[in-house]
């Protein structure tokens, strides 16, 4: 099954964006860009081949030349039914020869190529044996801002997206917890985000008591009770955008200090998204949340970063990390998810998708960030 | 959700696995092999990465050293937990850190390693930055047969992946066809591969009347008719071992020439799997099976190789194809499915998995493979 459904644009949304991506690149001082099957070649072109097998599938993009996609002549028929491929030509190979000489003759011999981050290793060893001439750096690493300003209509679907999933914790606030496994619940977020319009479900965690110390635990099969806390982590696509949001729940009433720990991450989770402007630095949303949860006496305790962009996957760059001087951008779209974790005994995480306007952020995802109490 | 269950070994089978692979790398002339999240890193250790991100998870293995398993922070919890964790040692990085100067402190600083061929892109390249007196090459290329050849365990697990399939076809030959869409059938394959104990589904192919001619096509909203050959293609992984099966049956009663095309491509089948023995080489196969076609005029209307390997992945080395010299071996499985694609009618495939004996080959799947007629 070849998963999402694809987005709505036509060939003339897709040429403008292998025009813009030719001149990033000419501007990156690259010769070129080979994209391989993923959320890049989604973008470019809509296409997914259908399914990731060892056979070359990649787009070469050059400054001042067509757009030419390498297929294998098998998936030719599918290719050229992409929403893209009236935006570019197909070049099609057999079983049983070269891809990578059939790439070759479509490069210079030298330069410097952006290859898709994901690439396959064995595809970009071929293509470093039939143009040795040349060079290659990571699609991300070079280009790191291609896909991450969205426009209106990527801004509509991403806020869709996030309505679904905001319409998903609406439901399972109101789904039995104390009894149940963290799987069971994680079915119901599966089902909720189907039920809103996912066509893809990326993720459903479920970390309950002493697993929400695990920022990457997603479901077990350990029995919620009352008295926990529940870190609920969930997403995936809609209509080819993607949608990612966190509330930690309690069952039953609170601690005092498991109520003070959420109102610490709530409030840090605040002062990252006032920290979101146009112009200012990925990492100032990083500290500005950090920073009240350092103030707090538990920096140590919050254990990722705050945040990672967010479109047709559900994670990629920009990250707000300490370090990232990437400017702000409106149209950027990205998590803000400070979060504590309390080895052993149970952690908070709160995260909203914000897209930065003129004016500051705007969250994408508005449900109650108070604690909300469930049975 | 990480996906499949993992397949029922212990570490020490595990640790079995790694030892083997080690020293083919040293007999292949190799320093090392590095292995990246994928279907090598669950044959050598069991572990899947709760998602596949630009986040560095590889596996280090070399002749004469403990394994090691390069991890992000954050995932060291889940890869602790892995059914071959007790048979190599974590070492893990954190966000901000450098994850291939990490790797590089564990290689020899010269020497040729192999890399799993679906390694992302961004890796090789940052290993190949920080040891630039290194080289790679692809796992497959270098050791295609690593995982080619199943022992008693897996032999057992692969036939029962394939009784399970076959389960499958004896209950979609009793569903209606006529009148109901490719993807509607589509949806009872996956749901009676998942009733017979699959827990992921790679493909589900209902390629109707003309849509039989694209070898590829997957599932569409075509309305099946009276009159049609149908050509179902379905697969996944059970207990962690795949299956991969293909019959191809009529609605109603069909003409002389469909008899006739099916008759032929069931021969050639027959043909292909007599060729299997120990010490011949995959080509032959491929040979046998297209000879038969060929004879009969039809040649130029076999447009894909004969069959491909198949294990904890649907799709894999060895290839039955012209070229392919590598001499089958009991223990090796692979598919053997030769077809007949006639543009804008439709098109006939069969295809069993069959596993190299000392006597022969062994088909894994046993459905009837006489044109079945459904409603």
Redesign the interface.
Same mark, same amino acid.
């Given at each position: 099954?070849?998963g999402t459904a694809p987005a709505p644009f036509t060939a003339d949304d897709y040429r403008a964006r292998m025009d813009r991506a030719a001149r990033a690149a000419a501007d990156a001082g690259l010769a070129g860009l080979l994209v391989?099957p993923g959320p890049d070649l989604v973008w470019l072109t809509g296409y997914t081949p259908?399914?990731?097998?060892?056979r070359l599938t990649l787009l070469v993009l050059a400054p001042g030349r067509a757009p030419v996609l390498v297929v294998p002549?098998?998936?030719a028929?599918?290719a050229a039914r992409a929403p893209g491929a009236g935006a570019l030509s197909l070049r099609d190979w057999t /079983? &049983?020869k070269d891809p990578y000489a059939a790439t070759a003759a479509l490069l210079d011999v030298s330069g410097r190529f952006g290859?898709? /981050?994901?690439?396959?290793?064995?595809?970009?060893? &071929?293509l470093q044996r039939v143009l040795p001439g040349t060079s290659? =750096?990571?699609l991300? *690493?070079a280009l790191p801002m291609l896909r991450a300003v969205k426009d209106a209509a990527e801004l509509d679907l991403m806020a869709a997206a996030g309505a679904a999933a905001d319409a998903t914790f609406e439901e399972i606030r109101k789904v039995p917890f104390a009894g149940r496994t963290e799987s069971e619940v994680g079915a119901d977020l599966?089902g909720l985000l189907r039920r809103f319009g996912h066509s893809q =479900? /990326?993720?459903?965690i479920v970390a309950s008591g002493p697993n929400g110390a695990?920022?990457?635990? *997603?479901v077990g099969d350990r029995v919620i009770e009352r008295g926990d806390m529940v870190v609920l982590d969930f997403g995936g696509l809609k209509d080819g955008y993607g949608s990612d949001t966190s509330r930690t729940v309690h069952v039953g009433e609170p601690t005092d200090e498991e109520r003070r720990v959420h109102d610490l991450v709530r409030e840090a989770q605040e002062a990252g998204f006032r920290a979101v402007q146009p112009g200012a630095a990925c990492q100032e949303v990083d500290r500005a949340a950090r920073a009240v949860i350092e103030a707090a006496g538990y920096g140590e305790y919050f254990?990722?970063?705050t945040g990672h962009g967010i479109g047709v996957t559900t994670?990629e760059p920009p990250y707000m990390? *300490?370090?990232e001087r990437q400017p702000l951008v409106p149209g950027m779209c990205f998590s803000v998810e400070p979060g504590v974790y309390l080895p052993g005994r149970f952690g908070v995480r709160i995260e909203d998708i914000v897209t930065v306007t003129e004016d500051g952020g705007r969250r994408l995802n508005t449900t109650d960030r108070e604690m909300v109490i469930v049975d």
């Open positions: 099954m070849t391989a259908p399914a990731a097998t060892e002549t098998l998936e028929p599918d /079983d &049983g290859i898709s /981050d994901n690439a396959w290793a064995m595809h970009l060893l &071929g290659h =750096v990571s991300t *690493e599966a =479900v /990326d993720f459903t695990n920022p990457h635990h *997603e254990i990722h970063r994670h990390i *300490e370090g």
